[in-house]
């Protein structure tokens, strides 16, 4: 068994912030800085040997459960900038995974925390990877961005509500809609003049059901307090919760 080191553990990886990534304020969406995390997070899987191609042979994929995010200053076009990330520690059949987002002058724009599920293709049900070093979950567990795990929140029942269509381009390789399209869909439920004033503090995110190509989904978003939100989003065919999410501006 080799020994791991905190460097062996952490990979950075480097982004230029595109027109594609921005809004029309030329911020970086909510829903590009939670792409940067997951690019960041396949490619350090990638590069620990427990990415796609290695959870394949034991027919699993991963699955992104939950995901808090804090940010302290939106990126900007052009703006180049830096994701650390790291596998942190297993909470049951939870991987938890940790980030810092840094611009190009090492300020911190953004910390978050993530857990992941490794899925069976055939079940569809979560699973304990099996033949990789088990130590390589946990060997950081006490390197925090967060020192809370990933936000689990409570249901939204009452508020005002969005429906939203799953088109062809919201679906990933995994063939259901794919994790940022959730974010896409919760900011889309704002007027663009509320954009143009305010801007995500702090975003979490729980993934409850797939969102299979042609579903509809109704949204209720909750105003818990002046700038803080909260949703909910229901498959209307399936009747099941599709995501639970919260927003703070």
Do not use: C
Not at 30 to 51: C, H, M, P, R, W
Not at 196 to 224: H, L, V
């Amino acid at each position: 068994m080799l020994e791991l080191t905190e460097s062996d553990l952490t990979l950075y990886s480097e982004f230029k912030i595109t027109s594609a990534d921005t809004d029309m304020f030329t911020r970086i969406r909510a829903g590009a800085v939670v792409n940067l995390l997951i690019q960041s997070a396949i490619n350090s899987a990638e590069s620990l040997g427990f990415g796609f191609d290695g959870l394949k042979v034991q027919k699993l994929f991963w699955v992104l459960s939950r995901m808090t995010i804090e940010i302290y200053h939106p990126l900007t076009w052009n703006q180049e900038t830096e994701v650390e990330t790291w596998p942190k520690s297993v909470e049951g059949l939870l991987y938890t995974r940790d980030y810092i987002i840094r611009d190009k002058e090492q300020n911190i724009i953004a910390r978050a925390t993530s857990g992941w599920l490794a899925i069976d293709s055939e079940t569809k049900r979560p699973k304990i990877i099996d033949g990789i070093q088990a130590e390589m979950f946990v060997h950081l567990k006490d390197k925090h961005a967060f020192h809370e795990s990933p936000e689990k929140l409570p249901p939204t029942h009452e508020g005002e509500t969005f429906i939203t269509h799953s088109g062809y381009f919201d679906i990933d390789l995994n063939r259901h809609v794919t994790s940022t399209r959730y974010i896409d869909w919760m900011m889309d439920t704002f007027p663009v003049d509320f954009h143009k004033k305010y801007y995500p503090k702090r975003i979490s995110i729980n993934f409850m059901k797939e969102t299979m190509p042609g579903d509809s989904i109704t949204i209720i978003r909750g105003n818990n307090n002046e700038l803080q939100y909260s949703f909910e989003g229901t498959n209307l065919l399936h009747k099941t919760v599709a995501f639970r999410g919260k927003i703070d501006f």
